[in-house]
């Protein structure tokens, strides 16, 4: 706490069910913004134990009921729609691990080469708009901040080697690392994200109702195309139980079709049924998200506090997509092009205005103009310098500088232009 009283900032928290997104903003001077998740860190989990920092943060400062999820509920989708503002089919990592048929390559989360090959994360995150906008990105474990995107990186980046590392050491050091990121005064970082595996990997191992995940929440408080005859078959298999789509029919409100990287039959299971390779597979995960985006136990839930939000409101739920808006309002950037709406979260704010692209434009015109005029001096006084010493050079009083072993200029008094000398002189 020592260390974030130096650093003057104010914290915001979002929390969501994959993650917890942490926000700090400086109320007088640029702000800062921290991005924190906890994976798979389901809206209700709030009332299983007792959370007193969560609590504190949402009395002082704003909270949601739930969050939308993107579809598919799944981590790195939702995690890099959170940077994006964007659907799951737009931004193109549409799962944990997928196949790109252009590539003929498969993109999978536990390989470092699928994290950092820019050719498969799509659109523009928050730490990339940052970057380009005059901020500076720290950015730890984050999906995503390991590949170039426009040509470049998050000035800091730890990229994601272990997600499964819940000890209490490994979180202090994420935790120290990113504190200070944000306290360096040199490196002045205005936006750092931080990423956490649990309650994502205790839920899976022991399902969301078991005692582990009461205590994995209190230490975060602390590929084929496949043809007709496959669809036709899978569709008949238990109809009562999961859906099969093909791709031109999935529901558009999914905002999962329109990407090649997306297969040619989708099958969804129902809310508490699962799909697997093989039922014996000793693997196989327990308490499991990734079901349709509309059932409440996929939804996710938001805090925030801070000089820019409200205090004690509980606003109306909004889709994650939206969260981007408002990182880049905080951060006083002006945002990439994204599917989310600003006005969704606006309620959140002290200062409901709009974001507003001509007050945008016109800070913008006024530090052009600013840089502009430096400019303009700074050719002037270099121009009025020559000037000057062309014409000290021109009375003789200056002599270019003589190199050995060379042809040179020698400007005398007595001599009123150029002349090439030998290497005699």
């Excluded at 990186?153 to 994601?160: A, Y």
């Amino acid at each position: 706490m020592n260390t974030m009283e130096k650093c003057k900032v104010m914290v915001a928290v979002l929390i969501y069910s994959h993650s917890m997104i942490l926000c700090w903003s400086h109320a007088k001077s640029a702000p800062k913004l921290l991005v924190i998740s906890f994976d798979g860190f389901r809206w209700d989990y709030l009332d299983k134990t007792d959370t007193p920092n969560f609590d504190r943060i949402a009395n002082n400062g704003v909270r949601a009921k739930w969050v939308k999820d993107s579809f598919l509920t799944v981590t790195f989708p939702n995690h890099y729609t959170i940077a994006t503002g964007l659907h799951v089919e737009s931004h193109g990592i549409v799962g944990n691990v997928f196949y790109d048929p252009v590539f003929d390559e498969i993109f999978n989360m536990s390989s470092p080469r699928s994290l950092n090959d820019s050719r498969f994360w799509g659109g523009e995150p928050v730490w990339i708009t940052n970057e380009l906008q005059g901020g500076t990105s720290g950015v730890y474990y984050w999906p995503g901040c390991g590949a170039n995107i426009k040509g470049i990186r998050p000035t800091h980046c730890v990229n994601i080697v272990d997600i499964t590392n819940s000890s209490l050491n490994m979180w202090k050091h994420r935790t120290d690392t990113v504190i200070g990121w944000l306290s360096d005064l040199e490196n002045d970082v205005n936006l750092a994200m931080l990423y956490f595996g649990e309650p994502d990997v205790s839920g899976h191992r022991y399902g969301p109702n078991a005692p582990e995940i009461v205590q994995k929440i209190q230490l975060c408080d602390a590929i084929t195309d496949i043809t007709e005859e496959l669809f036709k078959n899978l569709s008949a298999i238990d109809p009562v139980h999961y859906k099969v789509w093909l791709k031109k029919d999935i529901p558009p409100e999914y905002h999962y079709s329109n990407n090649r990287r997306i297969s040619s039959i989708f099958m969804q299971a129902n809310e508490g049924w699962g799909i697997r390779e093989n039922w014996n597979d000793p693997r196989y995960k327990m308490g499991r998200h990734g079901y349709n985006n509309s059932l409440m136990n996929m939804h996710v839930f938001f805090l925030a506090t801070g000089p820019s939000f409200k205090e004690g409101f509980l606003s109306e739920p909004f889709e994650l997509i939206d969260i981007y808006s408002l990182m880049c309002y905080i951060l006083e950037i002006k945002p990439a092009p994204n599917n989310g709406s600003f006005d969704a979260v606006r309620q959140l704010l002290r200062d409901e205005r709009p974001m507003n692209y001509e007050d945008y434009n016109s800070k913008m015109f006024r530090v052009n103009i600013s840089i502009w005029e430096g400019i303009c001096i700074g050719v002037i006084c270099n121009a009025t310098m020559l000037i000057y010493l062309l014409k000290r050079m021109k009375k003789g009083y200056l002599k270019l500088p003589v190199m050995p072993n060379s042809n040179r200029i020698h400007v005398d008094k007595k001599i009123t232009e150029r002349t090439l000398w030998d290497n005699r002189i």
